[in-house]
């Protein structure tokens, strides 16, 4: 079956899961994401949104351990139609439904751009990370005046 790598890119971001199974010992860390998976999911839709929709490249690097999360996991937590409308958004074609490989390799390099999006967010904003991103999140759902989606 299909699978879904970890990018080098979301290691840093590991302690934000509330899962994460390594020493964390910064009290500043708040967990905003329940598992690695909605991480994933997350950095992929993020990143999707940064590169606006624009196709990634393939010189993702992905992490040896934690091992890549199985597909089943995305269909069986619900998590499976975000990536579905990001890779049908992002190939244009709706035979990318039936193509799970294509759909992983889409969701990986979107999510590790999304990953190096978010530290680099959480590096200009010291803080809690969920606030930041939180507040990114706001500030994107509630455009100024002049400002276009």
Avoid: W
Wanted: charged share 25%.
């Amino acid at each position: 079956m299909a699978s879904i790598r970890i990018p080098e890119s979301a290691i840093d971001l590991l302690p934000l899961c509330r899962r994460y199974d390594g020493n964390n010992s910064d009290p500043l860390i708040t967990p905003c994401f329940d598992t690695y998976a909605d991480l994933l999911v997350f950095a992929a839709s993020f990143g999707f949104r940064e590169m606006s929709g624009a196709l990634p490249n393939r010189t993702t690097r992905f992490a040896d351990s934690p091992y890549p999360i199985d597909l089943a996991i995305f269909k069986n937590d619900r998590r499976y139609p975000q990536l579905l409308l990001i890779a049908l958004a992002a190939s244009q074609d709706r035979n990318v439904v039936r193509d799970e490989d294509l759909i992983c390799k889409l969701t990986e390099d979107y999510a590790a751009f999304g990953c190096e999006r978010i530290k680099r967010l959480l590096d200009a904003s010291p803080g809690l990370a969920h606030v930041t991103i939180a507040q990114r999140i706001a500030e994107e759902a509630n455009p100024g005046p002049g400002d276009q989606i």
